[in-house]
């Protein structure tokens, strides 16, 4: 199975940024599809943005279009999320996830999730 790890959270004013980094061991993700995932405090935990294998299909939620970047470095086995323009409703702790196949990412995640990373945005 894939071990999954996120890194780059933290404390950041509104409008600031940030990058996240998602690394994966336990096998290649090369030839997986992955999506970034947030939980908000008291909220459940959704879908953010998602990512092709190849990185040359993306997807967004609304709230984040824009503003949020995923790509990814399969050489590394890492996957990033760049957050750009933060806003107060951008606190969460972030997960990543990997898939066998882009269409239906969310429905057919085949990671472990991980510990996560804290992001809180202060106004």
């Known amino acids: 199975q894939v071990q999954l790890v996120e890194s780059g959270g933290g404390l950041v004013q509104t409008g600031g940024s940030l990058r996240l980094s998602c690394a994966a061991s336990?096998?290649?993700?090369?030839?997986?599809?992955a999506g970034w995932f947030r939980q908000a405090p008291g909220k459940e935990r959704e879908f953010v943005a998602g990512i092709n294998w190849s990185g040359s299909s993306t997807h967004y939620t609304n709230s984040v279009q824009g503003r949020f970047t995923i790509f990814r470095d399969n050489d590394k086995n890492t996957v990033y999320l760049q957050m750009d323009r933060l806003k107060l409703e951008d606190t969460a702790v972030y997960y990543c996830?990997?898939?066998?196949?882009?269409?239906?990412?969310?429905?057919?995640?085949?990671?472990?999730w991980g510990q996560g990373t804290q992001v809180i945005v202060s106004s």
């Open positions: 996830n990997v898939a066998l196949a882009w269409s239906g990412l969310q429905a057919n995640l085949v990671g472990s």
């Open positions: 336990g096998r290649t993700i090369s030839s997986y599809a």
